[in-house]
């Protein structure tokens, strides 16, 4: 006999830190579910900020770190969605394929659906990282990736997956203030290893000063910050100002007027960028950096190569990418049976 749960889904990622491309991963997510019907009640999202996410997406939250409060959450879903981004990667910290390992398998103990959509997979180096990634998601019931590494690395595993859009393109873009168009580039760098970081910024301040532009930073999480404010003490850069995306301060979440260039290193402000029709250079420090600017045909920047932003946008390829992603999420959902 079918019991009904108190949530129809347990949402788990990189949440509550506040790093924006997380949380509009988690807005999307919800947004996506309530389209298939499942209203905001009804989810129950894992969070390091539990009373902030409540307050931010009119769910239900729990405290990742609660092992007891996550176990109940799961006993109560009916199925545990990861939803989006890099969970499964030690480039950062082998913590995030211990600890997303963890939540899959307690969900199968008290028979809680795990499935995925947008994720991606790697880099692992680690042999015990890839094992734990490999159980995972080999027990979840679907598999969504949002590039074709991390579509390759699965079917090298045995395990049929899909390509899904990143879940922000699920949501409207960002505005732009006043016209488009100007003499103003905003350039992202967040800290990485091999001085990425430090050629990034030397090469978008020559290419600025040949055009004429004025350099403005955007930041997607304090680090970001950090780096940019750092690089600049430095003289490897000038910026007019950084400005800090806040996803808790909604009038925040938009792109300085004058914006004719965007050049940046983190996916979702490539991604924002290109949704809001700037002309954008991605710098791929990781995969699913190349991921993305191969789907959209945007062009790429490492170190060594010309440094050259494109003059034409890519709104016609990201039209087709927002229609997708709501229509593949909606058909994998379903596909998880009754609810």
Not at 21 to 36: F, I, K, M, T
Not at 56 to 61: D, H, N, V
Request: proline content about 5%.
């Amino acid at each position: 006999m079918h019991v009904e749960r108190r949530f129809e889904v347990a949402l788990c990622g990189y949440y509550g830190f506040g790093n924006l491309g997380d949380e509009l991963l988690a807005q999307s997510a919800v947004r996506l579910l309530e389209q298939c019907g499942v209203q905001r009640p009804r989810i129950i999202v894992l969070s390091n900020d539990a009373a902030e996410t409540e307050r931010f997406l009119g769910t239900s939250a729990v405290n990742r770190w609660n092992l007891r409060a996550v176990f109940t959450a799961l006993r109560e879903s009916r199925t545990l969605l990861l939803g989006g981004g890099g969970l499964f990667q030690d480039s950062t910290s082998f913590r995030s394929p211990v600890y997303y390992w963890s939540l899959v398998r307690m969900a199968k103990l008290v028979d809680c659906l795990p499935w995925c959509f947008g994720q991606s997979v790697g880099p692992l180096n680690g042999k015990l990282a890839r094992v734990l990634a490999r159980d995972a998601l080999a027990l979840c019931v679907k598999r969504g990736v949002r590039d074709r590494f991390s579509l390759e690395e699965l079917n090298n595993w045995g395990l049929d997956a899909f390509l899904s859009p990143d879940l922000v393109f699920g949501l409207e873009p960002f505005p732009v203030a006043g016209e488009a168009g100007g003499t103003r580039m905003i350039l992202n760098i967040r800290p990485w290893k091999n001085g990425l970081p430090e050629r990034l910024a030397e090469n978008a301040q020559e290419y600025a000063r040949a055009l004429g532009l004025s350099i403005r930073g955007i930041s997607l999480a304090e680090e970001d910050t950090r780096t940019m404010e750092d690089l600049a003490r430095r003289g490897l850069v000038e910026f007019e100002g950084i400005d800090r995306w806040d996803p808790r301060k909604r009038d925040s979440l938009v792109f300085p007027e004058g914006c004719r260039k965007a050049v940046g290193m983190r996916l979702h402000f490539c991604i924002l960028s290109a949704m809001a029709g700037i002309p954008l250079l991605a710098v791929p420090y990781d995969p699913k950096v190349l991921g993305f600017a191969e789907i959209l045909g945007v062009p790429t920047w490492n170190p060594g190569m010309p440094f050259t932003v494109p003059a034409e946008d890519s709104l016609l390829r990201i039209a087709g990418l927002r229609e997708e992603v709501g229509r593949i999420f909606k058909e994998t959902y379903q596909s998880l049976g009754e609810r």
